[in-house]
């Protein structure tokens, strides 16, 4: 959210230098400033947990896979920081600006895969016998978070380029149908997997969402050109659609979990 404040507002470049603001660690913070240096801020803080997650999971977890996770997850921190500088740096490259946004959500989609390997919720599953597998379930999730993911691209590539909007609007049509799918698929199947359900529940509710948020955004872009100043309607629609779009992600890679993991009936 803090990265799409910066870019609705059109910050990026309002601290020239880095790693430094003008050369200081905390300088005053006056017009733009308040949003790039802000999200830097906000930026090293999630380093920093992200350090201490990572320490975290190598002495307290003897799953190696576990621990590879949250230290790739680490290293991901640091190239997102490194990409963060050189956007700066480089006067804003549309290539490094749409790296930096999907490496973001690819850093998010990692937490979301550690914080469920080390919930209360798989440590149950792990030590219980699990029902059969629905490989067409797990499948159908594969095909949602993938195609969510694309389109996180796309709207990163809209964002930062002002091109594939076509695209975009288009992919939006097909992650819906596949995610509408997904869900009447598992209730149709498994309607007493009452975490699925939950879940499900959460990601049509998410979805209408951003279908709204989607709309108002094009909806603005359209009506008030990038080239003005932005109005306060563009940039909460505009923010707030990226931010729901990392969400979206969320739930697709939970229900994906969910589908590899299922729980026994009436759980």
């Not at 480089?90 to 959500?105: D, E, F, N, R, T």
């Not at 699990?130 to 949602?144: A, E, M, Y």
């Not at 009452?194 to 969402?209: C, D, E, Y």
């Amino acid at each position: 959210m803090a990265g799409g404040l910066v870019t609705s507002h059109q910050a990026g470049l309002s601290v020239p230098d880095w790693p430094l603001s003008f050369g200081q660690v905390f300088p005053p913070m006056r017009g733009l400033m308040v949003w790039e240096h802000g999200h830097r801020l906000i930026a090293a803080f999630v380093g920093l947990l992200s350090l201490i997650l990572t320490f975290w999971v190598t002495l307290k977890e003897k799953r190696k896979s576990l621990i590879g996770l949250a230290w790739f997850s680490l290293a991901l921190v640091f190239l997102q920081g490194l990409l963060g500088g050189l956007t700066v740096l480089l006067k804003l490259p549309a290539s490094v600006s749409i790296a930096h946004a999907v490496i973001g959500q690819t850093f998010l989609g990692l937490v979301v895969v550690i914080a469920f390997l080390t919930s209360p919720y798989y440590e149950r599953i792990r030590s219980s016998s699990l029902p059969r597998r629905d490989t067409k379930q797990v499948r159908l999730s594969l095909f949602c978070l993938a195609f969510v993911y694309i389109q996180l691209f796309l709207g990163a590539t809209v964002r930062h380029t002002a091109h594939a909007m076509i695209e975009h609007i288009v992919f939006a049509i097909i992650v819906t149908g596949h995610i509408l799918g997904f869900a009447f698929y598992g209730v149709y199947r498994h309607p007493k997997q009452k975490n699925l359900m939950r879940f499900i529940g959460g990601m049509i509710a998410v979805l209408i969402a951003q279908i709204f948020l989607g709309i108002g955004a094009f909806t603005l872009k359209i009506l008030i050109p990038a080239v003005q100043t932005p109005t306060l309607a563009k940039v909460i629609f505009t923010v707030l659609h990226q931010t729901m779009g990392a969400v979206v992600l969320g739930f697709c890679i939970l229900l994906w979990l969910f589908s590899l993991y299922p729980d026994q009936e009436n759980q």
